[in-house]
């Protein structure tokens, strides 16, 4: 049976903008594959460069679902990184970029990138919706803005 959904294919960087009383700090993600050692179902973000020149990440079958969202896969920094307190400032971005396609062509499918603040039950930090997807294989960028200030602890 062929595959319906939609692939992402990596490495991507997040631009992470924390700003203290004193001056912005401005640090760049990559995304890799290892395993978390906070969630062992997400996937790592790291200050060092993409351990791998692709990787392919595939949604479950989608076909005969109810509309929705679906995950395919979830990042986060390690515990206790970047470990400073500050702020990201409203009005800062955060900028995506990554190769998507749609494997069949059963259905409208539209892309969407999601920031946090320390997991999903956390403040929605912003989001970037993406054009619809077509089953050609497009790089997408994606860049989001913080409506409000986000303060971070160490």
């Not at 409203?90 to 990138?113: E, P």
Request: aromatic letters at 8%.
């Amino acid at each position: 049976m062929a595959q319906s959904g939609w692939k992402s294919l990596l490495p991507i960087a997040l631009l992470l903008v924390v700003a203290g009383p004193i001056q912005a700090q401005v640090t760049t993600y990559y995304l890799h594959r290892e395993n978390s050692t906070v969630v062992s179902s997400n996937m790592q973000l790291k200050t060092a460069g993409p351990d791998a020149s692709t990787l392919t990440l595939q949604t479950i079958e989608l076909r005969n679902q109810p509309a929705g969202e679906y995950v395919i896969k979830s990042f986060e920094t390690q515990a206790n990184v970047p470990n400073i307190a500050g702020v990201i400032p409203a009005g800062s971005s955060f900028l995506f970029r990554m190769y998507m396609d749609k494997t069949a062509d059963a259905g409208a499918m539209q892309a969407l990138v999601k920031v946090y603040k320390n997991n999903t039950s956390g403040a929605l930090v912003c989001n970037a919706p993406g054009p619809s997807l077509s089953t050609t294989r497009f790089l997408f960028t994606f860049l989001c803005t913080t409506p409000s200030a986000v303060t971070f602890t160490a």
